[in-house]
DNA sequence: CAGAATGGTGCAATTTTATTGCAACGGCGC
DNA sequence: GCGCCGTTGCAATAAAATTGCACCATTCTG
């Protein structure tokens, strides 16, 4: 799984200029870590088919795309067993509010992390989500008041 | 904030599309949303001016990158000033493995998202941010067993 | 140790893409 | 109707990506 061992200095600032900011040219790349273009490039692409980069994506602004309102969900489950967990996880996801979904260890059994465009999209979300039928004894919700670090990238 | 009333249908086509694979080029672009290129490279510059665009970033997999473990952690605090909730944000933060951190309402303050290399890294933080001089009452973790969804996109 | 094999590099040529000027088109208010 | 504003497509230009090639360093092998 790892491939870090495989990966030099170059590779490594490489990850990390690209997770701040892929829509750098490769030309301008190259020149920050010294390589030549045609260098500089091939070891992106190979970085691309090894997996070690799975995608190159646009983030929003949450403000200024809607869904602004973010809480986060502990949820207990009734029934414990595995197929229970799958049954309601499978649900969950399919909602859209629902960006994160998470098994956990601990007091309770799932995490939610929410984006809501208003508090009436949480209301039948729960509704939906949170009813006798769907295995939920109890949940906490946890509206997030500030976001301190929201962070993607992983340092190398 | 949200410009979304001055976004059509092919805007957020657009957008919804480079959320998923913003390597694509322009021209490929433009030939499915039914733009000429040029067209369609001046919506995409102007929802880049415009911030709804926030930035173009490459996605690494967590697991050939290292920080395959996963966890959240839920952490309640002596004095719950508003000052004293920001320096143990601002401490928090620092952290390089605290991926996530938020200030929330419930039976908890914080909730921060850890990426860990290993149980002795989280063995360090802990020491680092939950002894008796920072300010943290009691702390509830939560490993992440599974991850049934996890999704930076905003659908549109 | 010599020679081959492997992998990475820079350069230069080629292909592809992005960028920009320009005229035309459509909606809208006056 | 007429002009205004923003958007579009086309074509020319500039910039970037891609590829073939020869070269160099390291490692493997006999």
Known sequence: MGMLGKMDRIDRKLLNLMQRDASRTNVDLAD?????????????????????????????????????IKALVAVELKLHGEQHMRRFLDIAITEEAVSHAYAVTGETDVVLMLRLRDMEEFDSLCERLFRDQTNVARFFTMMIIRTAKEETAIRL
Request: net charge positive; proline share 5%; with cysteine.
């Open 32 to 68: 920050e870590v010294g390589l030549s273009p045609s260098s500089c490039l091939r070891r992106t692409q190979r970085l691309q088919k090894s997996g070690v980069i799975d995608r190159i994506v646009a983030i929003l602004n949450p403000a200024k795309a809607g869904r602004v």
